[in-house]
């Protein structure tokens, strides 16, 4: 598709299950970014993919956490053991890639997927 | 270390009133900032951005924003707003590995 496409749009789990989060990015864009939102509050940077490998992981909250990305396209987010401080919505987001002289350095956003652990 | 302050997190305003959405950066190294929008239940998108050259930057909607240097301000502006520019809009600061970091967000509401 044209655009970072995310799923699931909602998910409802019970605490302690886990969680699996799906992002496709743009066509070409070889880094992305997850983000979390809690509700009312700004985004969270979670983690940072260039290609396969991610040299950031700076924000992913706990070892709860963890993201891989396989052929330089698809990204899963996963949430091990659910809390209901997890509720919140995951914002996938895809870029060109290193800064260059053509970098835009803009950042194309999916939808997001809503988390709610009850 | 990079971040952004937005210090409103609301402001109503009537219809065809002008707004300003104010945002400050604390950055250490050049600075590229940001401003998105997000409408209920959508992602983010892009209003605008400054990376360098002219301070008075224009973006989509009308809007548009002036980077301040000496005040490391980089605020949002619209001499006339409409309903449907009811949404919440976020300041971002390029960091390390081009993430962005983003402020918390300031919720416009448009009021006829």
């Known amino acids: 598709g044209a655009g970072v496409s995310q799923s699931p749009s909602n998910k409802v789990t019970e605490k302690g299950k886990d969680v699996e989060l799906r992002c496709d990015p743009i066509s070409g864009h070889t880094a992305l970014y997850w983000y979390r939102q809690r509700l009312g509050q700004g985004l969270e940077f979670l983690i940072y993919f260039q290609g396969n490998s991610a040299p950031d992981k700076s924000g992913l909250p706990s070892d709860r956490f963890s993201a891989e990305r396989t052929g330089e396209s698809v990204s899963t987010l996963t949430i091990q053991r659910t809390q209901q401080e997890d509720s919140a919505v995951y914002l996938c987001?895809?870029?060109?890639?290193?800064?260059?002289?053509?970098?835009?350095?803009?950042?194309?956003f999916g939808e997001g997927s809503r988390l709610t652990v009850l | 270390a990079q971040s952004v302050t937005q210090l409103d997190s609301q402001v109503p305003v009537f219809e065809e009133a002008p707004v300003e959405l104010r945002c400050n950066y604390s950055s250490s190294v050049s600075v590229y900032l940001f401003w998105y929008v997000q409408y209920p239940n959508q992602g983010l998108q892009l209003l605008l951005k400054?990376?360098?050259?002219?301070?008075l930057v224009k973006g989509i909607n009308g809007f548009e924003a002036e980077f301040n240097k000496s005040q490391t301000s980089f605020h949002l502006r619209k001499p006339s707003v409409h309903i449907s520019d009811t949404a919440e809009y976020f300041c971002a600061v390029r960091g390390g590995y081009n993430k962005l970091i983003f402020g918390a967000g300031t919720r416009l509401a448009v009021h006829p």
């Open positions: 987001a895809s870029s060109q890639g290193l800064a260059g002289v053509a970098d835009t350095g803009e950042l194309f």
């Open positions: 400054y990376l360098s050259g002219s301070t």
